[in-house]
T-cell receptor, first 110, second 118 residues
Framework: TQLLEQSPQFLSIQEGENLTVYCNSS?????LQWYRQEPGEGPVLLVT?????EVKKLKRLTFQFGDARKDSSLHITAAQPGDTGLYLC??????????FGDGTTLTVKP | DAGVIQSPRHEVTEMGQEVTLRCKPI?????LFWYRQTMMRGLELLIYFNNNVPIDDSGMPEDRFSAKMPNASFSTLKIQPSEPRDSAVYFC????????????????FGPGTRLTVL
């Protein structure tokens, strides 16, 4: 079974601060995805990273895939209240099966 | 596009009753996934279909759970009999990527069905 561990589990910060969320596994994945989920809704895909060492930027969000394709990080610069939500990473196996991490609940206070 | 549609949005039932959750995937998507989300276990893949055929049901917790996809536009997840520990939010998702290739396509999730078994 491929397991993904996310840290921290909970994060509460003030508007304008920076933060990093981590997603770690002992398994190698074909690709890795980050989702954000808001209360009462399903997860929404933010980004997919495929190549080891890949870095993708989406406005204030920076995503990195580890060189060995076992881990990833999500960095948010100058967090805003609208960034509040549950952030989930998902590792995709060669067979296309998704394994989700436990999630990081982010609260950004105005 | 209306996105993935799930019904009902909320279901409250008593232990022992049969529960049927419904999902309509996005038109043209040939993969459909059923997930369960709880605080304790996070988001778990229960089963997924490709072209209406179940491919991997290893995540289905036990025989009380069954899923069908009679056609490309409809799937059901049934729990019979239901138990309080089945209480969770059940999500359906659909996509078009092909396993074995770089899975860069998006899984589109429905809004979920919140199930409460008393």
């Amino acid at each position: 079974t491929q397991l993904l561990e996310q840290s921290p589990q909970f994060l509460s910060i003030q508007e304008g601060e920076n933060l990093t969320v981590y997603c770690n596994s002992s398994s190698v994945f074909s690709s890795l995805q980050w989702y954000r989920q808001e209360p009462g809704e399903g997860p929404v895909l933010l980004v997919t990273v495929v190549t080891g060492g890949e870095v993708k930027k989406l406005k204030r969000l920076t995503f990195q895939f580890g060189d060995a394709r076992k881990d990833s990080s999500l960095h948010i610069t100058a967090a805003q209240p609208g960034d509040t939500g549950l952030y989930l990473c998902a590792g995709i196996s060669d067979a296309g099966k998704s394994t989700f991490g436990d999630g990081t609940t982010l609260t950004v206070k105005p | 596009d209306a996105g993935v549609i799930q019904s009902p949005r909320h279901e409250v039932t008593e232990m022992g009753q049969e529960v049927t959750l419904r999902c309509k995937p996005i038109s043209g998507h040939d993969y459909l996934f059923w997930y369960r989300q709880t605080m304790m276990r996070g988001l778990e893949l229960l089963i997924y279909f490709n072209n209406n055929v179940p491919i991997d049901d290893s995540g289905m917790p036990e025989d009380r759970f069954s899923a069908k996809m009679p056609n490309a536009s409809f799937s059901t997840l049934k729990i019979q009999p239901s138990e309080p520990r089945d209480s969770a939010v059940y999500f359906c998702a659909s996509t078009t990527y092909q396993p074995g290739l770089a899975a860069t396509d998006t899984q589109y999730f429905g809004p979920g069905t919140r199930l409460t078994v008393l």
